[in-house]
């Protein structure tokens, strides 16, 4: 066996950069979470060798093409890796998952997307259409909510979200919730004519406001929604919520004051406290953080326990780590692969959060 190993890191959003100014961890490459693991592994006496990361750059989806995450995840094998880190983005999962099943090499990638998951492709979570439809099911059961409405964008996504809503909320036996389809490109003139039917069926008034899809709603429909003088629960689903934190986006925390959110992470967990205090400057990257350091401690526990240094050896070894505690979820949440499990979050790794003052706060129960 040789005491050194090559991982490679995908990264699928090459146009997407932190601020010149953000020292935060959060915005550091995974090599600096895996170095911090694998360092806490030699503490303890583990054996972890050496690791030299090998960088692959593609622009890929949405902005760019599948065919530069092929042409990446490629470079990464034929530079002899034994195991890749990434794709980050959800939209070039099952792409890259296709070049790991055909050259038989292990990958952890973070996606929604379960269809993506193969026999060398193991998925650290990133929310799913049928998790998150659970777990907003959930809350309403528990909020005492009996009639959701659904707005949804008119894209694949956010009909797969829709759909997987509606089959949940009759399991639960909420009363039937209209979904409605919101054009990606509807203006404020066809704004009101969208919204009127969904907050008035049948005469009765929804008790919950459900907003599906890529991007958090437009402007056009929160201004809608504020003067239709609705005033139940509003909430969004994960990747629509992210898509309000990054910079420049069209709807911003301060835009959605009140509203309710899927995430990843509640100061409820305890070591995604630790990681906070630990990393104070992280706060407006905390879900990348906890993220990132799960990552990272699902690839650091592999290398110590892989029987050897090969792709073969390292597929093998991710199968093997089991219930180490997560930072991102609630308390109890724990990572860990398994021969026919691919999905490493396991628990209840979807919290509620609320959006108070322009920051996003834990509920106090989630």
Same mark, same amino acid.
């Given at each position: ?71 990446a ?8 890796v034994a ?25 952890v ?30 809350h ?46 509807? &203006?404020?003139?066809?704004v %009101?004519?969208? =919204?009127?039917? /969904?907050?008035? *069926?049948? !005469?009765?008034?929804?008790?919950? @406001?459900?907003?599906? &899809?890529?991007?958090?709603p %437009?402007?056009? =429909?929160?201004? /809608?929604?504020? *003067?239709? !003088?609705?005033d139940?629960?509003? @909430? ?12 420049h ?73 089991r ?7 609630e ?10 499990v ?25």
């Amino acid at each position: 066996m040789t005491d050194r190993i090559r991982i490679g890191v995908l990264n699928d959003a090459a146009d997407l950069r932190a601020d010149e100014d953000d020292d935060s961890p959060a915005c550091h490459d995974i090599a600096f979470w895996l170095d911090r693991e694998i360092a806490a592994l030699r503490r303890r006496g583990c054996a972890v060798p050496e690791v030299e990361i090998v960088h692959a750059y593609a622009l890929g989806l949405p902005g760019g093409t599948g065919a530069a995450v092929e042409d990446a995840c490629h470079r990464l094998v034929d530079d002899g890796v034994a195991l890749i880190v990434g794709p980050l983005v959800s939209d070039n999962a099952a792409i890259a998952a296709r070049v790991y099943e055909d050259r038989r090499v292990p990958a952890v990638i973070c996606s929604h997307d379960e269809h993506a998951r193969t026999r060398h492709a193991f998925q650290l979570q990133s929310g799913g259409a049928v998790e998150e439809a659970v777990r907003l099911v959930e809350h309403l059961v528990a909020s005492g909510c009996t009639r959701p409405v659904v707005l949804h964008e008119t894209s694949r996504l956010g009909e797969r979200l829709a759909k997987a809503f509606q089959e949940e909320a009759g399991i639960a036996g909420l009363a039937p919730s209209a979904s409605i389809a919101v054009p990606t490109l509807a &203006g404020a003139d066809d704004v %009101p004519d969208i =919204l009127a039917p /969904a907050l008035n *069926q049948e !005469g009765a008034r929804p008790d919950a @406001l459900i907003y599906l &899809g890529r991007t958090a709603p %437009p402007r056009e =429909l929160r201004d /809608a929604i504020g *003067q239709s !003088g609705y005033d139940g629960a509003c @909430l969004l689903n994960l990747l629509a919520a992210r898509s309000a934190a990054r910079p420049h986006a069209p709807a911003r925390p301060e835009d959605l004051e009140g509203w309710l959110h899927l995430s990843l992470v509640t100061e409820s967990n305890p070591r995604f406290r630790a990681l906070q205090s630990e990393f104070p400057a992280a706060g407006a990257h905390h879900d990348t953080m906890a993220r990132n350091h799960d990552l990272a401690r699902l690839v650091a526990h592999a290398l110590a326990r892989a029987p050897s240094l090969t792709p073969s050896g390292l597929r093998l070894a991710l199968e093997q780590v089991r219930l180490l505690p997560a930072a991102q979820g609630e308390d109890g949440t724990m990572l860990g692969f398994g021969p026919l499990v691919r999905a490493a979050l396991q628990g209840a790794y979807l919290t509620i959060r609320r959006w108070q003052a322009g920051g996003s706060v834990a509920l106090a129960e989630t």
